[in-house]
């Protein structure tokens, strides 16, 4: 049996470039643990093993940009004794519910993933 993996032999390795759609859901769950700043999110979704290395903050500014835009977080600017002003963002009634809606979906998915493993480890 060889031990090449799909982009050794040149295809595109399997579940690449599926992580940003998981993005927004941990951002939602970082904030139902805590109103955080930017940074702090960032620190915090890397624990949800979606992104590897640290997420570019560029791209976790323009999630929350949308994510308030929908209506799904709120910020506001928190200042300190002292440093500069942070932007804090906290979680919505509605946020909560997009993030109870992504839990049931990601259970689905992780059901249907296990079932495919198992049909799997059935033919080696």
Do not use: C, N
């Amino acid at each position: 049996m060889s031990t090449r993996t799909p982009s050794s032999r040149g295809q595109r390795q399997a579940g690449s470039g599926k992580s940003e759609r998981y993005i927004q859901p941990s951002i939602l769950l970082g904030l139902r643990r805590k109103p955080s700043y930017g940074y702090e999110i960032i620190q915090t979704i890397q624990e949800y093993g979606f992104v590897e290395g640290q997420a570019p903050p560029g791209m976790i500014y323009r999630h929350l940009r949308d994510l308030e835009a929908a209506g799904l977080v709120t910020s506001s600017w928190k200042t300190e004794s002292t440093g500069p002003a942070k932007r804090v963002y906290e979680l919505t009634p509605e946020g909560g519910e997009a993030l109870a809606l992504w839990a049931e979906y990601m259970e689905q998915q992780a059901r249907k993933l296990m079932g495919f493993i198992k049909a799997y480890r059935k033919t080696i």
